[in-house]
């Protein structure tokens, strides 16, 4: 099967930078995309950002302009870089994979089991 492992979480001070990394592993034919996703405390679970394709991204509007969304298609590892963190981005960040498992299988989601962002003075 497939495996979502993501590090880089933790806390940082308001205005502060953390680089999420998240690689996947197992039965994997080819991504078709990658991204984050993340749940803030009492709200839904919400786009922050995907990758596609050759280079399509699509980023929350909350976060354009502080994060930036990335691939390393040979390593199966996408990576969000998250800078001028505010309180409002305190959440658990999830990786999520779009892949199929082989060439004429059909397309699996898959989630990490999630990394804690806590953006805190």
């Known amino acids: 099967q497939v495996q979502l492992v993501e590090s880089g979480g933790g806390l940082v001070q308001p205005g502060g930078s953390l680089r999420l990394s998240c690689a996947a592993s197992g039965s994997i034919f080819s991504i078709n995309a990658m991204g984050w996703y993340r749940q803030g405390p009492g709200k839904q679970r919400e786009l922050v950002a995907t990758i596609s394709g050759v280079s399509i991204t699509i980023y929350a509007d909350s976060v354009k302009g502080r994060f930036a969304i990335s691939r390393d298609n040979a390593k199966n590892m996408v990576y969000l870089q998250m800078n001028s963190l505010k309180p409002e981005d305190t959440a658990v960040y999830y990786c999520?994979?779009?892949?199929?498992?082989?060439?004429?299988?059909?397309?699996?989601?898959?989630w990490g089991q999630g990394t804690q962002v806590t953006v805190s003075s």
């Open positions: 999520h994979a779009d892949l199929q498992n082989h060439r004429w299988g059909p397309r699996i989601d898959y």
